[in-house]
């Protein structure tokens, strides 16, 4: 099998599908996919779920399953065989216990959320295995790690909740933070003032990369020190992630940074797009995720620090909370969808985190004890 790109003919969408090995697309996982991206889902959503979709459909055909009768042990099994290399998936080579697991935790449970997903999609066409992979809370029943409670939840707590039955125990890694020194050592190593104004703009306003290739010159307000993120459909393939808009106040900074590009380097190109090719063909067109990253190694090697343009919002949205900020405040400005996914990704104390609050507490001063 392999996951193939697709455009849609008739809006001229991309999209993925899963091709069996005589090249047809193996129907079961095609009519999931196409539900996806008529439902204008991500792209590179829908292309992981057709690489779960292919790791779990080469499982069942390797194991002479039938994907529509599966059990709950067939679950477990795929889950150990997805830790294994895949040069041992066959059986015939044996594994040392030293190896490391080929999908990490994390990886595993997303591919298993994956799968959930589909046969939940096919229950509606009479497959009655989702049953099997779900496990359904009674309402009322939480299992939040934290005491936080979103406004009116005890309104969708009546509900009745679902979760896997089969997952991996996996810890969540912490965002990685830039240091100041780290931050400005990438912006002054930027040559050209776009380049500069392109991770200026993920560090004033803590937008993702793919909002900030998609902004147009319609979505800055200088005078209001603000830019507009809004979810549209875009040349380069750049999308907003929640798909809802939301306006992030900016510095005076960065709109004298917009103004200076304007000026000096956009000129008079008629454009929307604030990001666009200006030193290589096509001129004018919108930057795209391929030529920022481009931009990104060219300045990894200037600079020697090993960045990614996401570690921008996690600076954006860990020096916000040090300084007080309200998670709730952050939710906004970040654009989550829910006060949760700032708390799980956030709610976090560094070692420095932890000295200063307790030197704020005056432990290590005020201490009635000598040790």
Not at 24 to 32: D, T, Y
Not at 247 to 273: C, F, H, K, Q
Request: net charge positive.
């Amino acid at each position: 099998m392999r996951v193939q790109r697709v455009v849609m003919p008739e809006s001229e969408r991309v999209s993925w599908t899963l091709l069996g090995d005589d090249l047809v697309p193996v129907a079961p996982a095609e009519r999931f996919l196409a539900y996806l991206s008529s439902t204008e889902r991500s792209p590179n959503t829908v292309k992981a779920y057709a690489h779960d979709l292919k790791d779990w459909l080469t499982f069942v055909g390797a194991h002479g399953l039938d994907w529509r009768a599966v059990t709950v042990e067939d679950v477990a099994r795929f889950t150990a065989w997805l830790r294994l290399p895949p040069s041992a998936r066959a059986g015939l080579v044996s594994v040392l216990p030293s190896v490391a697991a080929h999908c990490t935790e994390s990886s595993v449970n997303r591919k298993l959320a994956s799968v959930g997903s589909f046969y939940d999609f096919h229950a509606r066409h009479g497959v009655e295995v989702a049953a099997l992979l779900r496990r359904v809370a009674p309402a009322g029943h939480r299992a939040l790690a934290t005491a936080y409670r979103p406004f009116l939840d005890h309104v969708s707590s009546r509900q009745p909740r679902t979760s896997p039955v089969v997952r991996l125990k996996a810890v969540r890694p912490m965002p990685r933070v830039l240091e100041a020194r780290q931050t400005q050592a990438i912006l002054d190593a930027c040559e050209r003032l776009r380049d500069r104004l392109l991770f200026g703009l993920l560090l004033d306003t803590g937008v993702r990369i793919g909002e900030a290739l998609g902004m147009r010159h319609d979505d800055v307000g200088i005078a209001e020190r603000q830019v507009v993120v809004a979810p549209r459909d875009n040349d380069n393939g750049a999308r907003v992630k929640s798909g809802r808009s939301r306006t992030v106040p900016a510095s005076a900074d960065l709109m004298r940074l917009y103004v200076d590009y304007l000026n000096g380097e956009y000129g008079a190109l008629d454009s929307d797009y604030v990001f666009v090719n200006l030193w290589a063909e096509p001129r004018g067109r919108p930057m795209t995720y391929a030529g920022a990253y481009d931009l990104v190694l060219r300045l990894r090697r200037r600079t020697g620090i090993a960045f990614e343009p996401h570690q921008f919002r996690h600076t954006y949205a860990t020096w916000l909370l040090r300084r007080g900020a309200g998670m709730e405040s952050v939710k906004e400005l970040l654009g989550h969808a829910s006060v949760t996914t700032t708390i799980d990704t956030y709610g976090h104390l560094s070692v420095e985190d932890a000295r200063r609050v307790l030197t704020d507490a005056g432990w290590f001063t005020e201490r009635q004890v000598r040790l």
